[in-house]
């Protein structure tokens, strides 16, 4: 299982009266927390509120839902409340408080790992994106917050606990620093996208009742031969390591290179009709690896099918989709930004 140990610190000028019975209140988040789309109270605990339950349906900027129960097992008011996580997420929350002066700092540390097999498969290379997703999430409460108590969210701080020695860890938010293209953006959408369509192929392929592994090792031949040659096309369509290899080196090292074009072109699009681009970006894709290709390398010819046009849109979409996203912390980091008034 993937693990997060991520920390969230609000500044907020406001009694701490006020700040911890808003979060205390859970039921309520939805009204004032973007993201929080619904919380349920599965057992009522005692007078004191330990061994509550509650269930929490979060929605942040990634297309997929995360869902949990939180039990609680610690409530000092107006010091700290902790609880036990189980479900999409599984570990414990805490969340501290104090009160400086005006200003009322709240702790929020979530030290979970992910349950869901998909984000555990991604996580070595999605992870930065998954914490991101958090840190928006956490974003939006503190400002949620300030709106909510009618004050100023001073500041707020994200820290991931597991980078060296405590320190924030350098998570790629931007498409473009200094006027170029982020290599290390480029090189995880890339390889993310080509994650999602080799799952939504494999999902095809059972779909369609064809032979998974079968068909796996065939394609796996079919772009081996691109680097080791024709010798390797012969059945029976086994699997060899250094096939294996050599194919998902070069699939990953297209993928990354297609990748290049949406980085070049993201922003300038609303969601929506980079998505539909994303479509046509993967069937052009579909037509110069199936048609262009077979040019010089005609085995790819057998592979020419509707599951492989399918993953090849979903290719495109993940692409374009993965790079909308970055390029979105660049027009929120160049968006105008308004200052409190005193």
């Known amino acids: ?22 979060i205390h209140d859970s039921l309520r988040w939805p009204e004032w927390w973007p993201g929080s789309e619904k919380v349920e109270q599965t057992a009522a605990g005692g007078s004191d509120g330990i061994d509550s339950i509650r269930r929490y349906f979060w929605q942040g900027d990634l297309p997929y ?55 555990n498969l991604l996580a070595p290379l999605a992870r930065p994106i998954f ?31 597991m980078a060296e020695n405590g320190a924030p860890s350098r998570i790629p938010g931007h498409l473009r620093e200094g006027g170029r293209i982020n290599p290390q953006v480029v090189l995880m959408v890339g390889i ?12 095809l392929w059972r779909l ?46 297209l993928s990354i290179s297609y990748a290049l074009l949406p980085a070049l072109l993201a922003g300038r699009q609303a969601f929506g009709p980079a998505i539909v681009a994303g479509a046509l970006y993967g069937l052009g894709i579909y037509f110069v690896n199936l ?31 993965g790079c909308w996203w970055f390029a979105r912390g660049d027009r929120k980091a160049m968006a105008p930004r308004e200052l409190p008034t005193t």
């Open 291 to 321: 048609y262009g290709f077979t040019l010089l390398f005609p085995w790819f010819a057998v592979a020419r099918d509707w599951v492989t046009l399918l993953t090849h849109l979903v290719f495109g979409m993940a692409l374009t989709g």
């Open 208 to 253: 369609a009742g064809m032979p998974i592994l079968e068909t796996l090792f065939r394609d796996a031949r079919l772009t081996a031969a691109l680097l080791m040659g024709p010798d390797v096309l012969p059945p029976p369509a086994t699997g060899q390591w250094d096939i294996l290899l050599v194919a998902t080196l070069i699939h990953f090292a």
């Open 1 to 22: 299982m993937a693990e997060y140990h991520l920390l969230t610190t609000w500044r907020i000028k406001a009694p701490l009266t006020d700040v911890y019975d808003a």
């Open 65 to 119: 839902p995360v869902v949990f129960e939180v039990r609680a097992t610690r409530i000092e008011a107006l010091v700290a409340i902790e609880g036990r996580a189980r479900g999409d997420l599984e570990g414990t929350g805490r969340w501290r408080f104090a009160q400086h002066g005006e200003v009322s700092v709240v702790d929020y540390e979530w030290h979970v790992r992910s349950a869901r097999w998909w984000m």
């Open 192 to 203: 993310a996208a080509g994650i999602l369509a080799t799952i939504a192929q494999i999902a």
């Open 131 to 161: 914490i991101r997703n958090h840190t928006r999430i956490m974003t939006q409460g503190g400002e949620g917050l300030a709106r909510r108590l009618d004050t100023t969210l001073l500041d707020q701080k994200n820290i991931d606990l």
